[in-house]
T-cell receptor, first 113, second 113 residues
Framework: DAGITQSPRHKVTETGTPVTLRCHQT?????MYWYRQDPGHGLRLIHY???????DKGEVSDGYSVSRSKTEDFLLTLESATSSQTSVYFC????????????FGDGTRLSIL | GDSVTQMEGPVTLSEEACLTI???????????LFWYVQYPGEGLQLLLK?????DKGSNKGFEATYRKETTSFHLEKGSVQVSDSAVYFC????????????FGDGTTLTVKP
């Protein structure tokens, strides 16, 4: 299994609180991604990173920010959580070659009450 | 832009039945194509891939052939098992675009004994 660890695995919090999810990899892969998965929407890309301190927005980036200060860590922050951000969040990593697949973590189930 | 269209589910089959999940794509150039599988409570994991036209990817009895003339990558298995019950995602990636992948919406397969 690719070395990807997401933390926490489950979190329940209240509307308006800040939340940070962590993705940690041991593969030294260049690319890292954050997705959310919701019923009826498949996987939607939130933000991605193509190197240390190099990040960009995905298709559903509003309300989210990211940081990557080290190759191995990619943090996703909800500055002020809303109920619409209740979802399952997946981190993925990929080596540089387009022929390589993405490798996914086991997800974080986030509930915002 | 790139897009991936999968046959809508859910799909319910009896054990030992034949499976086909259709996948078509739209992309410029020559993308790599992937099938991922997601078991309950887990992240996506690579099932098989094909990187050029007429390549056949195979794994665990599943097969898919990269058909450039029909822009398709249909997933097939001759005899499904209960343990194949999962969500299946078709995806593509190109050697540009920061390694991002485009995913289909997923097809849920349930196999009954």
């Amino acid at each position: 299994d690719a070395g990807i660890t997401q933390s926490p695995r489950h979190k329940v919090t209240e509307t308006g609180t800040p939340v940070t999810l962590r993705c940690h990899q041991t593969e030294n892969h260049r690319y890292m991604y954050w997705y959310r998965q919701d019923p009826g929407h498949g996987l939607r890309l939130i933000h991605y990173s193509y190197g240390v301190k190099d990040t960009d927005k995905g298709e559903v980036s509003d309300g989210y920010s990211v940081s990557r200060s080290k190759t191995e860590d990619f943090l996703l922050t909800l500055e002020s959580a809303t109920s619409s951000q209740t979802s399952v969040y997946f981190c993925a990593i990929k080596d540089g070659d387009s022929n390589q697949p993405q490798h996914f973590g086991d997800g974080t189930r986030l509930s915002i009450l | 832009g790139d897009s991936v269209t999968q046959m809508e589910g859910p799909v319910t089959l009896s054990e030992e039945a034949c499976l086909t999940i259709n996948c078509t794509y739209t992309a410029t150039g020559y993308p790599s194509l992937f099938w991922y599988v997601q078991y309950p409570g887990e992240g996506l994991q690579l099932l098989l891939k094909a990187t050029k036209a007429d390549d056949k990817g195979s794994n665990k009895g599943f097969e898919a052939t990269y058909r450039k003339e029909t822009t398709s990558f249909h997933l097939e298995k001759g005899s499904v098992q209960v343990s194949d019950s999962a969500v299946y995602f078709c995806a593509l990636s190109r050697n540009t675009n920061a390694g991002k992948s485009t995913f289909g919406d997923g097809t849920t397969l349930t196999v009954k004994p």
